[in-house]
């Protein structure tokens, strides 16, 4: 199978590139490799995917929002099914630098989308966002539940995508599925991430910053149980039968929440932290952030029941793995 994974540089994308190159997929990779945050971290994981996969690993550098250099890219090069994992991330950036949502996510996803209309794929899953349910206190969130109050710009982008979505469903009968992810942590993970912002702090001697004095929880899933659910997504196209979809929608388009369907409180995620790295952690408490939300919990009831997904890793086991993967890569 040929895959177009866009964001291939970026945490999930690169993890999923990987996965597919062992399998034996050929991946063309598209990735702006933008300095949201560091790059060189970015080079690194395109380094390590193009060892793997050797001439089954093509990569262009260009801004996938640009419709002209991405159908120059893509010229003559067959493409079967996308994985649309690029975009801005990030709840907090949004608030200074709006522009870069409303370019990547909004435009960008449209050029995708029209991309894989006129190239007829087969499949396209995209990333959409936990994010989508805003301050919804009604727990776990389900794919059922509103998702019209947006909490962040970022929220609103992702729920944006979804709907564009559903009108390419719709008109082109393109089959689509959006997956709603809960925060991904794991080994080569995004630095402005609490994971890895916690790590290394405590390891620095630094003090954390702990917001809404530690009354947060989030559905925290690990990076493999993630690529197993996107790639269980990938390999089964929505069907264009007229039945309703997890969603609601009729048209070939699902959405799904993708989590670990576990609701753990922050702070036991930093006594964990602490604990590989032997260090307690200087804790700085402070209030609720504009555009965030005190707890995120997946009801996975739908992916669960169509495609099996199943995670299986448990924080207790991916916090030890996340800081022996961030020890060793930066040698402390």
């Given at each position: ?10 945490f999930i994308g690169y993890a999923l590139t990987r996965a ?313």
């Amino acid at each position: 199978m040929r895959v177009l994974v866009t964001g291939a540089a970026g945490f999930i994308g690169y993890a999923l590139t990987r996965a597919l190159l062992a399998r034996g997929d050929v991946v063309i990779g598209i990735d702006c490799v933008n300095d949201y945050y560091q790059v060189s971290l970015k080079r690194d994981r395109l380094a390590a995917l193009a060892k793997a996969g050797g001439n089954r690993f093509t990569f262009h550098e260009i801004d996938f929002s640009d419709m002209a250099a991405l159908n120059a890219a893509l010229e003559g090069q067959e493409i079967d099914r996308i994985a649309h994992l690029g975009a801005q991330a990030g709840v907090r950036y949004s608030l200074e630098n709006p522009q870069a949502y409303v370019q990547s996510n909004l435009a960008g996803h449209v050029n995708l989308l029209e991309l894989a209309r006129h190239r007829q794929v087969q499949h396209m899953v995209y990333a959409s966002s936990s994010s989508v349910y805003g301050g919804n206190t009604k727990l776990p969130f389900a794919v059922e539940d509103r998702t019209d109050h947006p909490v962040s710009l970022y929220a609103a982008t992702k729920r944006a995508d979804e709907l564009m979505s559903e009108t390419y469903a719709h008109l082109f009968r393109l089959p689509l599925t959006g997956l709603r992810f809960f925060t991904v942590y794991g080994p080569w993970g995004r630095p402005d991430m609490m994971m890895w912002i916690f790590t290394k702090a405590i390891l620095a001697g630094q003090p954390i910053p702990v917001f809404n004095n530690g009354e947060m929880s989030r559905d925290f899933t690990y990076i493999d149980d993630i690529i197993a659910g996107v790639i269980a997504c990938l390999d089964n196209p929505t069907p264009d039968d007229g039945l309703e979809k997890a969603g609601g929608s009729i048209k070939p388009h699902r959405l799904y929440n993708i989590g670990n369907n576990k609701c753990e409180q922050l702070m036991k995620v930093v006594g964990l932290i602490e604990e590989c790295c032997g260090k307690k952690a200087e804790i700085d408490f402070q209030p609720m952030q504009p555009g965030d939300v005190a707890a995120t919990y997946a009801d996975i009831s739908a992916i669960q029941s169509d495609l099996g997904y199943a995670p299986t890793t448990s924080i207790e086991v991916g916090v030890p793995g996340f800081v022996a993967w961030y020890r060793g890569y930066h040698g402390v």
